[in-house]
């Protein structure tokens, strides 16, 4: 079973009803048509700050049925927001402000880009009139065009609404390359064309999302890969980020049980599909992987990878060992066995073909040892709390094991929370997110909001650790405004572990806070602040019925880090030195 809002094109094979209201006359404004369309494509919520340029539309958004505006507290943690509404729902938006509101943004947008998120960056820009002759407006930069330069660079589309005439098919040809690209793109409005009437959108328009499909290469690729796994004796596959973003798990789901070849994951492909599958042995990250999993994994004379990023978090600081004459490397729009570069063939079609063709081989011939018996934190594993011992971070994640319901959403921060939740075993239906390949501190309190609010009948599990904490907690306050079905876990080790395990000095260093009490500072109920397995089962039996937001702060020793992360640091910490 896969979990569900898994990605768009999950959502667009269901082939949802199209909603648009339209007035009879068959007209509509600029920014209505926007909004029918986002409303369209599944988007309810648009995250933001309000700003004068973009209040028109604000005030639009208002008075329409939907999507409805999320206040945040900044534009940044706006970002992140949307980042992880997009991950669950397919699609995610912001609405701020020209320049200022913009480019406080702009770094969650680059991690969308990154980590191939499709997001949709809507900036209320000054009139088309002052566009035109330039004054020296507040928050201008002289140049009006240097933010939507700026926003090229991290988006896959771009368009200013300046011609009423065009701007319908604007707005369809960049939501279009949005979701093709599994990229950001970028819509600046002026505040003058909001309401300017246009033709209404057509309901029966969907976005192409297809890619154009060489077939010849297509058989030529297959019939390789087919050559090559005949003469293997133990193949594997890996599985990663793209299959999750382009919604290929019931294609991956079908080779594996035509094959009955093992698979892994890497981090980034976490819970592609549920993590008790029979063939599935864990996840691989170099040398941060579980011994059986690295060994497997790299001793395998034919690996098939699919959507693989090999970013150096996702790999164990660039520690993997693979032969690149052993790999099969299919990518959602090509494929390179050894020296063949087979372009224009998608990832989907190279699967259902391979799976038709493929013959299926014995576990006993193939050496799986499912993740289930392995994995590091597991149900399994029977967990008795000692009341008196202080948490560590294993006995934590033991105990979490434990705790997080089926069909959760898991939200892990860069450092201890992301590998340790890497090697927990994950209960059926669960939807993990992380940011491994960007990184960008902070981004899981943003994410956690918007995947809570895409949707608020599963729990969000948050782990983060205090330094990251303080740079996003002010948002803290709008899950609590909006009732957010969400456990926060403070990890408090008194600091940036993750940099003093690279490099350390005073600069990793942070000032203290009493982070169980924000939630009270911020309106809500005081959280719990835990240093023992007696005060942390305490807290994890009066939140773990809850459906509304908690906060659990938990206390560690400042250099307890999981092996993984230690050897990630050190890896992280030869790369700095060249």
Same mark, same amino acid.
């Given at each position: 079973?896969?979990?569900?809002?898994?990605?768009?094109?999950?959502?667009?094979?269901?082939?949802?009803?199209?909603?648009?209201?339209?007035? %009879?006359?068959?007209?509509?404004?600029?920014?209505?048509?926007?909004?029918?369309?986002?409303?369209?494509?599944?988007?309810?919520?648009?995250?933001?700050?309000?700003?004068?340029?973009?209040?028109?539309?604000?005030?639009?958004?208002?008075?329409?049925?939907?999507? %409805?505006?999320?206040?945040?507290?900044?534009?940044?943690?706006?970002?992140?927001?949307?980042?992880?509404?997009?991950?669950?729902?397919?699609?995610?938006?912001?609405?701020?402000?020209?320049?200022?509101?913009?480019?406080?943004?702009?770094?969650?947008?680059?991690?969308?880009?990154?980590?191939?998120?499709?997001?949709?960056?809507?900036?209320?820009?000054?009139?088309?009139?002052?566009?035109?002759?330039?004054?020296?407006?507040?928050?201008?930069?002289?140049?009006?065009?240097?933010?939507?330069?700026?926003?090229?660079?991290?988006?896959?589309?771009?368009?200013?609404?300046?011609?009423?005439?065009?701007?319908?098919?604007?707005?369809?040809?960049?939501?279009?390359?949005?979701?093709?690209?599994?990229?950001?793109?970028?819509?600046?409005?002026?505040?003058?064309?909001?309401?300017? %009437?246009?033709?209404?959108?057509?309901?029966?328009?969907?976005?192409?999302?297809?890619?154009?499909?060489?077939?010849?290469?297509?058989?030529?690729?297959?019939?390789?890969?087919?050559?090559?796994?005949?003469?293997?004796?133990?193949?594997?596959?890996?599985?990663?980020?793209?299959?999750?973003?382009?919604?290929?798990?019931?294609?991956?789901?079908?080779?594996?049980?035509?094959?009955?070849?093992?698979?892994?994951?890497?981090?980034?492909?976490?819970?592609?599909?549920?993590?008790?599958?029979?063939?599935?042995?864990?996840?691989?990250?170099?040398?941060?992987?579980?011994?059986?999993?690295?060994?497997?994994?790299?001793?395998?004379?034919?690996?098939?990878?699919?959507?693989?990023?090999?970013?150096?978090?996702?790999?164990?600081?660039?520690?993997?060992?693979?032969?690149?004459?052993?790999?099969?490397?299919?990518?959602?729009?090509?494929?390179?066995?050894?020296?063949?570069?087979?372009?224009?063939?998608?990832?989907?079609?190279?699967?259902?073909?391979?799976?038709?063709?493929?013959?299926?081989?014995?576990?006993?011939?193939?050496?799986?040892?499912?993740?289930?018996?392995?994995?590091?934190?597991?149900?399994?594993?029977?967990?008795?709390?000692?009341?008196?011992?202080?948490?560590?971070? %294993?006995?934590?994640?033991?105990?979490?094991?434990?705790?997080?319901?089926?069909?959760?959403?898991?939200?892990?921060?860069?450092?201890?929370?992301?590998?340790?939740?890497?090697?927990?075993?994950?209960?059926?239906?669960?939807?993990?997110?992380?940011?491994?390949?960007?990184?960008?501190?902070?981004?899981?309190?943003?994410?956690?909001?918007?995947?809570?609010?895409?949707?608020?009948?599963?729990?969000?599990?948050?782990?983060?650790?205090?330094?990251?904490?303080?740079?996003?907690?002010?948002?803290?306050?709008?899950?609590?405004?909006?009732?957010?079905?969400?456990?926060?876990?403070?990890?408090?080790?008194?600091?940036?572990?993750?940099?003093?395990?690279?490099?350390?000095?005073?600069?990793?260093?942070?000032?203290?806070?009493?982070?169980?009490?924000?939630?009270?500072?911020?309106?809500?109920?005081?959280?719990?602040?835990?240093?023992?397995?007696?005060?942390?089962?305490?807290?994890?039996?009066?939140?773990?019925?809850?459906?509304?937001?908690?906060?659990?702060?938990?206390?560690?020793?400042?250099?307890?880090?999981?092996?993984?992360?230690?050897?990630?640091?050190?890896?992280?910490?030869?790369?700095?030195?060249?």
């Amino acid at each position: 079973e896969i979990p569900a809002w898994h990605s768009w094109s999950l959502f667009i094979k269901q082939e949802y009803p199209i909603k648009i209201i339209m007035s %009879k006359d068959r007209t509509t404004t600029v920014g209505g048509y926007l909004l029918d369309r986002l409303k369209q494509l599944n988007v309810d919520h648009l995250f933001g700050v309000p700003g004068d340029f973009a209040l028109p539309f604000n005030k639009l958004i208002e008075e329409k049925s939907g999507p %409805k505006f999320i206040g945040t507290c900044n534009e940044l943690n706006a970002a992140y927001a949307a980042d992880g509404y997009a991950r669950l729902r397919g699609l995610g938006a912001i609405v701020v402000t020209y320049s200022v509101g913009e480019l406080s943004a702009i770094n969650g947008v680059a991690g969308s880009y990154a980590e191939r998120v499709p997001v949709v960056v809507i900036t209320g820009s000054p009139t088309r009139r002052d566009q035109k002759l330039q004054p020296l407006l507040h928050h201008s930069l002289g140049d009006y065009a240097i933010p939507r330069k700026m926003f090229e660079k991290i988006t896959a589309a771009s368009t200013t609404l300046s011609d009423p005439k065009t701007a319908g098919s604007e707005i369809d040809r960049v939501l279009e390359t949005c979701l093709a690209q599994q990229a950001p793109v970028y819509i600046s409005l002026p505040s003058d064309m909001v309401y300017q %009437k246009i033709e209404a959108p057509d309901p029966s328009w969907k976005p192409n999302t297809h890619i154009e499909n060489d077939d010849a290469a297509l058989n030529e690729a297959v019939d390789e890969a087919l050559d090559i796994l005949a003469k293997s004796q133990s193949p594997v596959i890996l599985s990663d980020v793209e299959v999750i973003r382009y919604g290929l798990q019931k294609e991956l789901e079908n080779l594996l049980e035509k094959s009955g070849l093992p698979y892994a994951t890497l981090i980034m492909g976490k819970t592609v599909l549920n993590e008790d599958h029979p063939q599935f042995i864990g996840i691989y990250s170099g040398a941060t992987s579980r011994q059986f999993v690295r060994d497997r994994v790299e001793n395998a004379d034919c690996v098939i990878q699919f959507g693989v990023l090999l970013s150096d978090l996702n790999t164990g600081g660039f520690s993997v060992k693979l032969d690149i004459n052993r790999v099969i490397n299919v990518h959602h729009n090509k494929i390179k066995i050894k020296n063949h570069t087979y372009a224009d063939v998608s990832m989907k079609k190279f699967m259902d073909l391979l799976a038709q063709k493929i013959e299926k081989r014995s576990a006993s011939s193939l050496n799986i040892k499912p993740a289930f018996e392995g994995c590091v934190h597991r149900r399994s594993e029977n967990f008795k709390a000692d009341p008196s011992k202080e948490i560590t971070i %294993k006995r934590f994640f033991d105990r979490i094991a434990h705790y997080i319901p089926e069909n959760a959403v898991v939200v892990a921060e860069t450092g201890n929370s992301l590998f340790s939740t890497a090697e927990t075993m994950m209960p059926k239906g669960v939807t993990y997110i992380s940011q491994v390949f960007y990184g960008s501190i902070g981004y899981t309190l943003g994410a956690s909001l918007g995947a809570s609010l895409a949707d608020l009948n599963r729990r969000v599990v948050l782990f983060i650790g205090d330094g990251s904490l303080q740079v996003t907690a002010p948002d803290l306050s709008t899950m609590i405004k909006n009732k957010a079905n969400i456990v926060v876990f403070v990890m408090n080790n008194d600091g940036y572990l993750i940099e003093r395990l690279i490099i350390d000095g005073s600069f990793n260093d942070i000032q203290p806070w009493k982070y169980h009490l924000l939630p009270e500072a911020f309106g809500g109920n005081r959280g719990y602040d835990v240093r023992t397995e007696g005060e942390l089962e305490d807290a994890l039996d009066k939140t773990r019925d809850e459906r509304s937001f908690s906060l659990i702060e938990f206390h560690t020793d400042k250099w307890d880090a999981t092996p993984a992360l230690k050897i990630a640091g050190e890896e992280m910490r030869k790369n700095t030195q060249g």
